[in-house]
Nanobody
Framework: QVRLVESGGGLVQPGGSLRLSCAAS????????MGWYRQVPGKQRVLVAI???????VYTDSVQGRFAISRDNAKNTVYLQMNSLKPEDTAVYYC?????????WGQGTQVTVSS
């Protein structure tokens, strides 16, 4: 059972930056699919950015060029650098990985973009 713990959320003004971290309880070295989703109240959880294998990444269109996903396998941690934040980025951000076909989720971290 893999545990994921997110951190780094908070309140930021429009145009600001935040870096989210997701620490896994086990090695992520062999994990191909790992990344970030977000959810606002009343809506489905949607993909933000993810590693898909072979070092490839996928970003949702609305964050392309503003967000960057990275990973440190030695620390079992995945990051999401979020720049030029907009009010519409406000959501709970969840870390996700898939191991042996089973998805695992963190508890989520709130990101609020507001002046």
């Amino acid at each position: 059972q893999v545990r994921l713990v997110e951190s780094g959320g908070g309140l930021v003004q429009p145009g600001g930056s935040l870096r989210l971290s997701c620490a896994a309880s086990e090695s992520i070295f062999s994990i191909n699919r790992m990344g970030w989703y977000r959810q606002v109240p009343g809506k489905q959880r949607v993909l933000v950015a993810i590693f898909t294998g072979g070092g490839d990444t996928v970003y949702t269109d609305s964050v392309q060029g503003r967000f960057a996903i990275s990973r440190d396998n030695a620390k079992n941690t995945v990051y999401l650098q979020m720049n030029s934040l907009k009010p519409e980025d406000t959501a709970v951000y969840y870390c996700n990985l898939v191991q042996w076909g089973k998805p695992y989720w963190g508890q989520g971290t709130q990101v609020t973009v507001s002046s």
